[in-house]
């Protein structure tokens, strides 16, 4: 197998520093054995492996916060799952490092330029499709059962696989939407103004305005509706809000090209600029990340946020700083068009560090969380999302994600999947700052964005011959 350092040699072009600590050998007990009778009796010592010993191992697993904190505390749900592994596999050890959205992707980063990434990942596909085709990961499809592979969509293999291969095992899933503070609309009695008796939730851009309208005069100590454009992170969100109110989609449909770079999605933008002067949209857009709006809507002050999910809505019910009751729409649309939701995909990778027995030991950590008979289910509801399998259903008991099961029809392709991915979405934060900034207009910033992206996937197509 190629390595980290090899894929990151050919590919990257740096020269990488560092060693990995390699997997303890292999255990043998000095046994005492007696000579038959007839000999001379004496004792002698032989040297004997002990059978069916598992040799020791020592693998890393970095984690995003991918379970929900178990009080207060990030990590100690995860420390759980390590204990319950070891009983089953108490020959190998598991350190666990936790890391932040917003920190965790330089950090992973830096890890991989000086060959100390980690053995195990828990992610979503816009990163693992990215190392995979940089040929920095160990496949995947020796534990991939004909069972598992024909339970999940093939909508979520397309983002856990490159060519042939796969690259990450898919465990939860959920539509990225938008998120309500419904108590805020209930106070103001406005609550009619949400699409939340319609079966779909679906709602149009004008019905999205009047709600925001609403907010903006009734309730003046909260802000409308959120954006962010400080950094890529959640930047799922804007894009797909991008779409769907200018009725388009992020790439065509065979992913060569950007085809955001429309007339009415870069009115849309410009309506989001217009939207922050009439205190519609909250204020400093530019300088926000996902994170800040995030905190807004937890904290109260946010009436529609719109990078939400079930997973997200799950992990934020202990952050909450206030009390309030919150559920998912879909993003609003207009000429009569259903949502085009991008789904969320969480899943684990291993990093090929050269080591069979840590990518061997990293595959069975994998296996029991996504499939052991008690943890498995366990570990799903902590994670707050869907299964991946379509097979396994009714985990909770709650509305909202009865609802969220009934917004996977409104999945549409993810651009995560698309050559050049992790380039492409570099050139897309700095492009909405520009517009919210007042330098450009919206049809001009989404076509200086396409053109880059587009440079940006054509390249990574010829690079991989294709």
């Known amino acids: 197998m190629k390595t980290v350092k090899k894929g ?4 990257l072009g740096i020269t990488l520093i560092g060693t990995q600590l390699v997997a303890c050998g292999s255990t043998t007990d000095t046994a005492k054995t007696t000579e038959p009778a007839g000999t001379d009796n004496k004792e002698t010592t032989t040297d004997t492996p002990k059978k069916d010993e598992a040799k020791p191992v020592e693998i890393t697993w970095w984690n995003f916060p991918s379970f929900q904190a178990l009080d207060g505390e990030v990590g100690k749900y995860e420390k759980q799952i390590i ?50 085709k940089k040929d920095l990961l160990a496949p995947l499809d020796d534990m991939v059962t004909d069972e598992v592979r024909k339970d999940v969509p093939e909508a979520l293999w397309k983002q856990s696989m490159v060519g042939d291969k796969t690259y990450m095992y898919p465990i939860n899933t959920a539509p990225f939407m938008m998120g309500v503070n419904k108590t805020v609309f209930e106070k103001i009695g406005a609550l009619d103004l949400l699409p939340l008796d319609r079966p779909d939730r679906t709602w149009t851009f004008d019905e999205y305005k009047k709600a925001l309208q609403a907010v903006k005069e009734k309730a003046p100590d909260i802000i409308p509706s959120g954006f962010f454009a400080k950094s890529q992170a959640g930047d799922q969100g804007t894009r797909a ?62 009436a529609i946020t719109l990078n939400y999910s079930p997973v997200l809505r799950a992990q934020n019910q202990t952050l909450k700083k206030a009390e309030f009751e919150d559920v998912l729409v879909p993003f609003p649309t207009i000429d009569g068009a259903k949502p085009k939701l991008e789904p969320y995909l969480g899943g684990m990778a291993i990093f090929n560090n050269g080591n069979d027995a840590k990518i061997a030991a990293s595959k069975k950590l994998i296996d029991f969380i996504a499939n052991d008979p008690e943890w498995g289910k366990k570990d799903l ?18 509305p909202e994600y009865t609802y969220a099961e009934q917004a996977r029809e409104f999945y549409s392709n993810p651009p995560t999947i698309v050559d050049g991915y992790a380039e492409v979405r570099t050139f897309w934060f700095p492009e909405l700052q520009r ?21 940006a996937i054509a390249k990574a197509k010829a690079e991989a011959g294709k």
């Open 8 to 11: 990151l040699m050919t590919l």
């Open 83 to 132: 204990e319950a592994f070891n009983k089953k596999y108490p020959e190998i050890k598991v350190n666990l490092e936790m890391i932040t959205f917003e920190a965790g992707p330089e950090k992973l980063n830096v890890a991989i330029a000086s060959n100390t990434a980690p053995d195990v990942i828990y992610d979503a596909p816009g990163r693992i499709l990215d190392w995979a």
């Open 241 to 302: 809000y991008i779409a769907n109110l200018g009725n388009s989609s992020f790439l065509n449909d065979d992913y060569s090209k950007i085809a955001i770079n429309t007339d009415k999605a870069g009115a849309a933008l410009d309506w989001i600029r217009q939207g922050v002067k009439d205190k519609l949209v909250v204020s400093g857009s530019e300088s926000l990340t996902g994170g800040d709006v995030n905190d807004l809507f937890l904290q109260g002050k946010l």
């Open 381 to 398: 509801i902590q994670t707050g999302g869907l299964s991946a399998r379509s097979s396994i259903t009714g985990l909770y008991n709650d």
């Open 435 to 455: 517009v919210l900034l007042g330098k450009a207009s919206g049809k001009e910033v989404l076509d200086e964005f396409a053109q880059k992206a587009d440079e």
